[in-house]
């Protein structure tokens, strides 16, 4: 008797959830390298004009004066590929706009507390400078914290308690040039880089991965750049924080989403070549707006000029892409594990160069002027950078490892 034949039952294999993308958190690290690289500058003498960041009113740009915005676009990079992963795990947009909120609001409370210390009238405050950084700094590694799902969340509770205790005490007790009080005088980086990070999230969440919202949003603010850049917005909007208002900063982070949508595209379908053709169209088309929007209202970081935007948008997009060929495509991403850490716990490695101020300080430890000139000292700066890379990833083995 013949036996009754089987049909095989297909094996539906769960929707793999991608939220790292090996190129991203590469250019991520390196991008971070080069922040702590150009802000060390200070401490040094007799080096290049072009690798520092050039005065305001100056038509132009420095190495420091493309770092930020990479960052920035970079940021933007990483926002679909998060967005899409909380949603597969079950996250609704009330839950994805809540997050965001809350990850904006904790970068704008360390950009402003890092800001006021740049300008604190030590005594005034009673506090030296580097103090009030380190203890404002250990304070936002205790709030924002991985811990371990095994520590008692009590004890959890009770740390970020203190934390936030000690950072209403520190903005209390500050004082600042002319006896001024803890306010918010500028945003900082880190306030910077929320309120980009919140106006661009905000659209992702509500785009749904729908190219032609992403690419009208990335217009508008690109527009609104140029409309800021030319003095003609109405007062009215003037309510809406600059950051955003501005279009410039919001624009290099929608810059990053747009790029990283089409990255999703073009990588499911295995098509790199065309996705490499297209990113380089795409640059020299942003590079000819910078050319052209120059003429107006010329090049320059402080004035976040749309000619800034376009320039630095196209120098990040040419730079994923030949870290994606070889990373991704050439397979060489082992080459790049040392500096892993900066890409994957870039806020943690942000931080430690306050704390190594602040030791080297206490310590009263000094290099000599031969190690902080030309050459030798622009060796030492690198040096240094990689030093907190190197720290971050020490701190990330034992268990501190920070995430928003």
Known sequence: MNQPQTVPIPVIQPLRVVNRVDSIDILRALTMILMIFVNDLWSLTNIPAWLEHVPGGVDGIGLADVVFPAFLFIVGMSLPLAVNARRQKGDSDKVLIGHVLMRSVALLVMGVFLVNGESIDETATGLPRLVWNVLACGCFIRLWSVYPKTADRWNVLIAKLVAVGLLV???????????????????????????????????????????????AAWIGFALLSMLASAHVLPEAISIIPSAISGGTLVGLTMGGVVISTLFQYYRERGDSKRMTLVFIGVSLVLIGFSVYTRTFWGLSKLAATPAWLFLCSAFTI????????????????????????????????????????????????????????????????????????????????VGIRLKL
Request: net charge positive; aromatic share 16%; with cysteine.
């Open 318 to 397: 040419l730079a994923f892409t030949a870290i994606y060929w070889l990373v991704d495509v050439g397979g060489k991403a082992h080459w790049f594990t040392w500096i892993k850490p900066a890409g994957t716990d870039t806020l943690l490695c942000y931080l430690i160069p306050y704390f190594a101020y602040a030791f080297t300080t206490l310590l009263n430890l000094h290099l000599p002027d031969a190690l902080l000139t030309g050459g030798v000292g622009l060796l030492k700066s690198a040096l240094f950078a990689l030093l907190c890379v190197w720290i971050t990833g020490r701190l990330n083995t």
């Open 169 to 215: 005490t520190l903005a209390m007790v500050y004082r600042g040039e002319n006896n001024s009080r803890f306010a918010t005088h500028w945003w900082g980086i880190l306030g910077l880089i929320g309120w980009s990070y919140l106006g661009a999230a905000l659209v992702t969440v509500f785009a749904r991965n729908r190219p032609a919202v992403l690419v």
